[in-house]
């Protein structure tokens, strides 16, 4: 089993940025995709952002388009989400997670992911 560890967040200032990373226990060119999600008090956990496990393509949710950038470095065993032009209404606890050794393609909902990291918080102040 994938064990993810997420780094990076904290509190900004709106317009800042900030660069999350998720450390993954085995190589993250493994052929599964990967994604970031959040979730704020009161709200349901939605999706960010995904890569494709093949590296061939990356998808972004219409909130964060232009703003916010995934990456992967199968060498390092990492996933990155930087993070520019934050608002306060970026305010959430970051998830990373993986689907499943066979499951290459990008989704977005949370029930077709395999394991998830603990989670960071990040928090946007005005």
């Known amino acids: 089993q994938v064990q993810l560890v997420e780094y990076g967040g904290g509190l900004v200032q709106a317009g800042g940025s900030l660069r999350l990373s998720c450390v993954a226990s085995?190589?993250?060119?493994?052929?599964?995709?990967m994604g970031w999600f959040r979730q704020a008090p009161g709200k349901e956990r939605e999706f960010v952002a995904g890569?494709?496990?093949?590296?061939?393509?990356?998808m972004h949710a219409d909130s964060v388009k232009g703003r916010f950038t995934i990456s992967r470095d199968g060498a390092k065993n990492t996933m990155y989400l930087q993070m520019d032009s934050l608002r306060p209404e970026d305010t959430a606890v970051y998830y990373c997670?993986?689907?499943?050794?066979?499951?290459?393609?990008?989704?977005?909902?949370?029930?077709?992911?395999?394991?998830w990291g603990q989670g960071t918080q990040v928090t946007v102040s005005s």
């Open positions: 085995e190589r993250t060119d493994s052929n599964y995709a």
């Open positions: 890569i494709s496990g093949r590296s061939d393509r990356t």
């Open positions: 997670a993986t689907r499943s050794s066979r499951s290459v393609e990008i989704t977005t909902t949370p029930q077709t992911y395999a394991y």
